[in-house]
Every structure is written in structure tokens, then in C-alpha cells.
């Protein structure tokens, strides 16, 4: 199982002033659920991702780490 970072929503909660089991209430999910994402041992699904976008009026990109490097041209 790879450690790669895939999502943020650990550092959204902490900006959103939120705990993992809010979020958990939220989505009618365990707590341990939520606690694995924050990790990143395992990962929500696309529609868990859009469900808490939504419920934070986020752009789904911004809970998710980009797999691409950015070029910046001069």
C-alpha cells in the first residue's frame, strides 16, 4: 500500500475549524472511516469527494493532491 498523500482532507478539516466526526455526522459514516482518509490508507470514492465538497462549497480539485507537476513558463 503506497503512503502517497492523495487527498487533503485532514488539512481541510483543520482550516474549516471541523473534526473528523463532524464530518462523519455529515456523511452518515463511522468515524473510523473518516480517521483512514485523513491518513491516507485508504481512500473516499469520488462521490464521497463530491458530497464534501459540496457540504463545504469547495471545488471538488481542492481536496485532492494533484498528480501532476505545475510548469510555470516565463
Do not use: F
Amino acid at each position: 500500500m503506497s503512503t502517497t498523500n492523495l487527498n487533503r482532507l485532514k488539512v481541510v478539516l483543520v482550516e474549516q475549524n471541523k473534526t473528523g466526526k463532524w464530518l462523519a455526522e455529515q456523511l452518515g459514516m463511522s468515524t473510523c472511516s473518516v480517521s483512514k482518509w485523513c491518513q491516507n490508507t485508504v481512500q473516499p470514492d469520488l462521490q464521497t469527494h463530491d458530497k464534501i465538497s459540496r457540504l463545504w462549497d469547495l471545488d471538488i480539485k481542492y481536496l485532492l493532491v494533484s498528480n501532476k507537476k505545475l510548469i510555470y513558463e516565463y
